[in-house]
């Protein structure tokens, strides 16, 4: 894994695979509540309702249900905010964006010959939105203890010298350059100028008080488009499969300060120190989804849904920079710029993430409404980076399955209607996907809207809102002290659909 070799042609370097970590897969495994106003207005309750384009997404033999063709396009805007809390200082940051949510349709092929118990058969194609990747946290506050020196000197200790100095930049392990970053902005020292020197010491001075600023910026997406099929069988036993292809496209810029006014204890110490990440991962993906809904009487009906692993394969490409402050015992001080202006190109890599199991009941109060709850399992720390012989990524997954565990997903939704209107709302509750319980905590959801039948037209709008607290460290190693967000979520979702 992490051999690294750089081609100095257009700023480019072409690698071998960078080092992932475990927020990495758990990004990928994850999807937001999204689809049609309906759909999200009963917090996406539907594995036995069918009946709705998004319902496909749950169980795909919900399309068996519809009488009758249906298209349907669905817009929503999102706003998040975040909330930080960093020793004490509290910072919060918001982000609005406009998408496209979901757009598809289900073609109905019915047999009238009532000799044949399978007289339906619908197929259908849908495109979601599954993850809006648009976020901004930024984080402040003043840490007692800890400075970043910690994360280079992680990464530099053991490491010889002749190998993290290389001349020109190429050739080192991704551990090698973040160690050159620390060496060549001053952070950090060699304990002896011998090429062989594996021990390093901080050139931070002691003594605490370190203002910090971590500020995350995100963009991108991750969609899927379904291709569906499905049957029923007299009306009481339908069926389905999906087919679908993901695709990804994930930008993370993060830049990292720090200022500290400690006595010098050297006649150079360094006063502050920026440290700039930029991420970009793309790729594409595939899995697909068996379901069968049954009609246990005229009113109730039984769900069950399987969705298998996503096999993605995905690339990145990341650029570094570091900017340090040098101040002399004197009162002098020198700029440290760090910047290769490199671009590491990493060889695509596998990653596969769980499936999940779906079971769910509804009950139809004829044509004045229902109510119906949905149980979704899966287990996060079942995804895989791969090739899983391969060093480097066998040592993530051992950490992705230490630290993240099976949870449960429930969703409740609600319908009544009055003539051709429809009142709507619903639950959604998510048990963290970590065993700690506080990296990313539980996720509690609220939902309601209304829609409206013209007759071949219909219009639906919905809101929802979602809380989530979470506490993921500002790096991984080394110096892993971070902020306490809550993030909420609100959105707002409209969809026109034409019956055909």
Do not use: C
Not at 32 to 38: H, I, M, P, S, W
Not at 114 to 143: C, D, M, Q, R
Not at 185 to 213: K, L, R
Not at 313 to 338: H, I, M, R
């Amino acid at each position: 894994m992490k051999k690294i070799f750089f081609l100095f042609i257009t700023g480019l370097t072409v690698s071998a695979s960078y080092s992932q970590e475990v927020s990495d897969a758990l990004r990928y495994s994850q999807e937001n509540l999204t689809g049609t106003a309906r759909y999200r207005a009963m917090s996406g309750a539907f594995g036995a309702v069918g009946g709705d384009i998004s319902s496909l997404s749950v169980n795909p033999a919900g399309s068996a249900i519809f009488n009758s063709n249906q298209v349907g396009v669905t817009f929503s805007n999102q706003n998040i905010k975040n909330n930080s809390n960093y020793f004490g200082t509290e910072t919060s940051d918001k982000e609005n964006s406009f998408i496209l949510n979901q757009a598809g349709g289900v073609f109905v092929f019915k047999n009238n010959n009532p000799n044949v118990g399978w007289n339906k058969i619908a197929i259908g194609a849908t495109y979601e939105n599954t993850n809006n990747f648009n976020n901004e946290v930024f984080s402040a506050g003043t840490n007692p203890t800890n400075s970043i020196d910690g994360y280079f000197l992680d990464y530099a200790n053991g490491l010889e010298l002749g190998n993290i100095t290389k001349i020109p930049f190429r050739n080192l392990t991704y551990s090698e350059q973040q160690a050159f970053f620390g060496l060549e902005g001053y952070v950090i020292n060699p304990v002896t100028g011998n090429d062989n020197n594996t021990q390093y010491y901080t050139n931070v001075p002691a003594g605490g008080n370190y203002h910090q600023e971590n500020d995350v910026y995100t963009r991108g997406y991750n969609s899927k488009i379904s291709f569906n099929i499905a049957t029923s069988y007299k009306d009481r036993l339908y069926f389905g499969a999906n087919l679908n292809a993901h695709i990804t496209d994930y930008r993370r810029s993060s830049s990292f300060y720090e200022y500290n006014n400690n006595p010098l204890e050297t006649y150079e110490t360094i006063s502050n120190v920026r440290f700039n990440n930029e991420l970009y991962t793309y790729g594409n993906g595939f899995s697909f989804q068996l379901g069968a809904i049954g009609k246990v009487t005229d009113n109730f009906r039984l769900g069950i849904a399987y969705e298998s692993n996503t096999w993605y394969e995905l690339y990145d490409e990341l650029s570094q920079s570091l900017y340090s402050t040098t101040e002399t015992s004197s009162g002098e001080t020198f700029s440290n710029p760090v910047n290769p202006n490199i671009i590491n190109v990493y060889e695509s890599y596998t990653l596969q993430t769980p499936d999940k199991w779906t079971f769910s009941a509804a009950y139809v109060f004829g044509k004045s409404g229902l109510l119906s709850v949905d149980y979704g399992i899966r287990n996060y720390g079942n995804s895989k980076f791969k090739p899983t012989n391969d060093p480097g990524f066998r040592g993530i997954n051992n950490d992705i399955s230490n630290t993240l565990t099976s949870t449960g997903e429930l969703r409740i939704g609600a319908e009544y209607k009055i003539k051709q209107l429809s009142l709507r709302g619903g639950y959604r509750y998510e048990g963290s996907p970590y065993k700690n319980g506080i990296t990313v905590g539980e996720l509690n959801s609220y939902s309601a809207g209304l829609g409206y039948n013209f007759g071949s037209t219909k219009l639906d709008l919905a809101y929802s809102y979602l809380e989530r607290e979470s506490n993921q460290g500002f790096f991984t190693r080394g110096f892993t002290d971070g902020a306490n967000i809550t993030s909420k979520l609100n959105n707002v979702t409209m969809t026109l659909l034409f019956e055909l």
